[in-house]
């Protein structure tokens, strides 16, 4: 990351972007980050509410929610926020509307993670399965889920009978999300993540077996979340990621036995891209290979490798096309220049600097550390604690 001290020739960065059917300010987009700051019923309070409006007014042309549960059954933090029940939307209508306030966009991002579901999380009810494309249990263990109390372990996964259910939970959710303000939703890995991958996908049926069939939940997803907000719905994937998440400092879930070989991963994604920007999404996100949070299971990294842009960027002919993963103000600049994206997302920048584009048009020093021992928050610690206590500079 930059750390300037007089004002970068950031000009094309701050020139305005029709985004489905809104306009952001900037391409500076902060990417979802899990914080963990909800209450106990999954409901986004007042802390949540300022941690987002400081984003806001730092200049975040367009903010994603952190990952978003679409029911007591998809979880795999504590305190992740839902979006299933009115109490929930209520919570979020709170924070969509300060954010609009402050003159940002806010989409949400919707979650569910499938067969990493911990299985004592507070909202899992003891009767509830855990899910996956297959009956194959995640991998990981302790160092995977080191900031959790309670086990760590993963629960065996059984195999979802009908991915139709899971279609409409997102749906749903999508609905839920418009009620709360949100701007649009996000579909990110995780589930669709799983179905789409051979190695987790074992199944016989129209779900699974060829790059159609495996791709099908996800762009069944997708067809649905258009249904309910239009062409303000986006997709992120994370091809070269050996597990279905963000690439921003999250968590390395050592998600398993996910590792299709790298020709596999390209025909598969290939396949997904080309078909999902059919639909007119209002933008795709790549996520880039993070080697710091890719797994080693069995002496192995779990990661593919290779250059997304040129990869995948030829398929996306509708959407926007918007990058993430250590990517810096100066490499946003150019790659937008070249018309190679047209923005960028950043994770832990905004974390640590609440006015992190601000900072970027005036030249200022990106000077503050995460304080990564609060990242997820803990209740017996002040929840402010490395989450709305980062101070921005003087304009």
Known sequence: MSNPSKPLNMAVLFTPLDVGDITIANR???????????????????????????????????????ATLISPQSSQYDRSPGIWNMEQVA???????????????????LWHVGRLNKSDAETQSPTESIHGPSDIPARGGRGCLHFLPG?????IATSIPDP??????????????????FDGVE???????QFLDSTSNRRTDKWGGSCENRARLGLEILKGLVEVFGPNVSLKISPG?????????????????????LQDTIETFSYFVSEADKLKLAY??????????????????????????????????????FLVGGVSPEEAEELVKSGQVNGAFFGMPWLAHPDFAKRIGHGKRMDNLP??????GDVNVDLCLGYTDYPAVTY
């Open 164 to 181: 139709l259910k899971f279609v409409q939970l997102f749906k749903d959710a999508a609905a839920n999300a418009k009620l709360a303000g």
């Open 151 to 155: 086990n760590s372990e993963f629960g």
């Open 91 to 109: 919570g979020w209508k709170k924070i969509t509307n300060v954010v609009h306030l402050a003159g940002s966009k806010i989409y949400c991002q």
């Open 28 to 66: 500076i987009g902060m990417s979802a980050m899990t914080r963990n700051r909800a209450d106990a019923r999954r409901i986004p309070n007042n802390i949540m509410k300022k941690y987002y409006l400081q984003r806001a007014l730092g200049g975040a042309g367009l903010i994603v929610s952190e």
């Open 371 to 376: 304080a990564m021992s609060h990242l997820y």
């Open 187 to 193: 579909s990110n890995g995780f589930l669709v993540h």
């Open 284 to 321: 795709i996100t790549l996520a880039r290979y993070a080697p710091h949070i890719d797994p080693t299971i069995d002496g192995k990294k779990r990661g593919t490798p290779h250059d997304l842009l040129s990869t995948y960027g030829k398929f996306i002919n509708n959407a926007k096309t």
């Open 241 to 261: 990621m050996g597990k279905p998440g963000c690439p921003s400092l999250s968590l390395a879930e050592g998600q398993s036995n996910i590792r299709m070989p």
